[in-house]
Nanobody, 128 residues
Framework: QVQLVESGGGSVQAGGSLTLSCAFS????????MAWFRQVPGKEREGVAA????????HYDDSVKGRFTIIQDNAKNTLYLQMNSLKPEDTAMYYC?????????????????????WGQGTQVTVSS
């Protein structure tokens, strides 16, 4: 059973930094695309960053390129999202997501890909 548990959300002033964590439990012999999404009330959930494997290719939405970094640490079974230079428009509920891409590899990994497994979310609020 795949389980994802986010933590690390909070309130920060614009220009500040925050690091989100996602403790994951996945099937040992499968390959996963891991990602971070965010959602604000009344809007669709949007992909922020994705990664295929611990040292795999990363993908970012244009809105966060150069400011956010996605990191996967398999030794700790944790996915991170390092967020720097935060803006008020980054305020959202942030979700960790995973998709089994064993049959396809990294070609199916990206911020616009389909994800089956989701965490419960952690709130990030950026004040101006």
């Amino acid at each position: 059973q795949v389980q994802l548990v986010e933590s690390g959300g909070g309130s920060v002033q614009a220009g500040g930094s925050l690091t989100l964590s996602c403790a994951f439990s996945v099937y040992q012999y499968a390959s996963y695309c891991m990602a971070w999404f965010r959602q604000v009330p009344g809007k669709e959930r949007e992909g922020v960053a994705a990664i295929y494997g611990e040292r795999g290719r990363t993908h970012y939405d244009d809105s966060v390129k150069g400011r956010f970094t996605i990191i996967q640490d398999n030794a700790k079974n944790t996915l991170y999202l390092q967020m720097n230079s935060l803006k008020p428009e980054d305020t959202a509920m942030y979700y960790c997501a995973a998709e089994d891409v064993s049959l396809y590899g990294g070609t199916r990994c990206g911020v616009r890909a389909h994800f089956t497994y989701w965490g419960q979310g952690t709130q990030v609020t950026v004040s101006s």
